[in-house]
Every structure is written in structure tokens, then in C-alpha cells.
């Protein structure tokens, strides 16, 4: 017995010293160009050196990120696919939807929290908008004339705006995209006037004036926005932000995830990393495997209970 014992002792750290020995696919839910797939770039491009594998990033968007949630899901458990998930993909599709091809708890091992992004309701200058109070008293004028598009329906972009609509009695009609180029293109064009958008996405717009910025969904002001308001500021107690988190399939040996999520926070310490997610308005929040299992959660209990209560029905 003592024998057996001492040759099963090292077979969890066997599983890390071999890992990785191919290419890993890291799948992102959502087009090129949004905030997902650009941290899943800048991270994956520092873990290629730091594991000596290559990390290829595959975007696989539509369902409310739920292709590329499943496709992770029924993958192999063995480290070699990965998934990049905001909270859409893990918290707010099993409130908002009868049928989701995952179990957000069963079918996924937790590999860390990666970062905490502000979103921005934006206008299209057109509008005339110079405030938030601007659109909501347009939107409870006209009930219905505006629209607002979002990055895709279950996303924290689109949960945002409709718990704003919730909590002031607007009515904004949601249009979903998928992704957030196409979205941006539209507004941009003014083919429809409203959004929901993250920093990494709006920024360079909003700084070449080509989008107004009404009010950041953030606990506290972003520091590249400081003069504008917080949706705290305005609706007491709202505060959500958005969250990037990355995990594997359901089975995937623990030594691995710890392996990954360690490599993960060594990234999150390089100045120049910091520096470039920085000026993307994120918020570096990388945790261990536990700490993520913990934060997904609550999460999902908390959120299923606000979309019963601001009226979002599962369909």
C-alpha cells in the first residue's frame, strides 16, 4: 500500500510538468474586434512565451456566446481548450433562457477571474443627448421611438440597459447584434442612435467625438472618462460592471487549472501589460480556481433573482 501510494503521490504534478506539449485553442464567444477577444489577444499572445505553446484564439460567436460556451463544454477535458466567458456566457443566459446548453457550474472547471470592465451608454451626437436625464426623458416621452443596440442579447451590455430601463420606467427598444464591431457601425452611422459599449471598444470613438458618452456603468468613475457620471451617481446603488473570466471543461485535472491560472496572474504583473490594459479601462482581477468557483456562485444567485425582478422572463 505504502508503495502504490508513493506512485500515485505525483501523478497531479506529472499532469503539470507535460502540460502543454501542443498548440491550446482558447475559444472567445463574441467576433474579433470586441472587448473580449481583445483581452484574450493580449493575454494569450504573453502566454504563448511564458508555456512555449501556441495559443490560438477562435472566435466562435452567436446564441448569446452559448455556440462557444457548448463547444468548450463537450470538448476534451485535458487543457487543451479553453474559454474566454463575460457575465452573459456563465450568469445571465441561465436566467434569461429556458434552454442553455450548459450548465454554467457542472459542465465548466474555473481557471480565474481575469478583469473588471466599466460599460458606457453612448449616442450618436446626432441625438443632441448631453446627459443620461436627456435620453431617459426622450425615452418616457416617446415610449418606443428610440433604439439602443447592444453587442448581443444576454450580454452584460444588454442586462445593463434593461435593468437601467427597469429601474426609471424607460422603455428603449433592444436591438441585439453579434458583436460589437457591427453594433458600433450602426451608431456610428446613426442607423440607430443608442448603446451600451465597453471602453476597449468606444474610447477612440468617444475621444474623436463620434460618440457621446451619457453615464458609466462602473462602482466607481473611470479615469479615462473623469468627467463622466457613474450610473451610481444617478440611480442610487447601480453599479455593475462587466467581468472577464476564463475556464475550461468540467474534468479538466486541477493541477493544470492552477498551472493556468497561476501563468495568468504572472501576466497580470508585467508593467506592460498592466499599462495596455490600463489604457482599455480594465481592471486587472485575477484569482485562483476556488476563488472563481466562489465568485460564479453568488453571481448566478443574485442575478437570476434580478432579472425575476426586473421582469426579464426566461424564453
Known sequence: MAAGATMIAPAGSVWAQAYPTKPVRWIVPYPPGGGSDFLAR????????????????????????????????????????????????????????????????????PI???ARFPLIVVVNPSTGFKTMRDLLDAAKKEPGKLSYASVGAGSPHHLAMELIKDRTGAYIVHIPYRGAAPAVQDVLGNQLPVMVIDTAVGLQHIRAGKLVPLGVIAPARSPLLPDVPTFAEVLRGYKRDGSHVMLAPAGTPRPILHQLSKEVRR?????????????????????????????????????????????????
Open 267 to 315: 501576466i497580470f504583473e508585467l508593467p506592460d501589460v498592466k499599462e495596455r490594459l490600463k489604457n482599455y479601462d480594465y481592471f486587472l482581477a485575477p484569482t485562483t480556481p476556488e476563488e472563481l468557483d466562489s465568485i460564479l456562485k453568488s453571481d448566478i444567485a443574485t442575478f437570476s433573482e434580478v432579472v425575476t425582478l426586473a421582469g426579464l422572463r426566461p424564453k
Open 42 to 109: 493580449t493575454v494569450g499572445a504573453q502566454l504563448e512565451k511564458q508555456m512555449s505553446q501556441p495559443i490560438v484564439v477562435e472566435n466562435r460567436p452567436g446564441a448569446a456566446t452559448m455556440i462557444g460556451a457548448e463547444a468548450v463544454a463537450r470538448a476534451p477535458a485535458d487543457g487543451y481548450t479553453l474559454l474566454s466567458g463575460d457575465n452573459g456566457t456563465f450568469v445571465f443566459n441561465t436566467a434569461l433562457y429556458k434552454k442553455v446548453p450548459y450548465d454554467p457550474l457542472k459542465d465548466f472547471a
Open 112 to 114: 480565474g477571474l481575469m
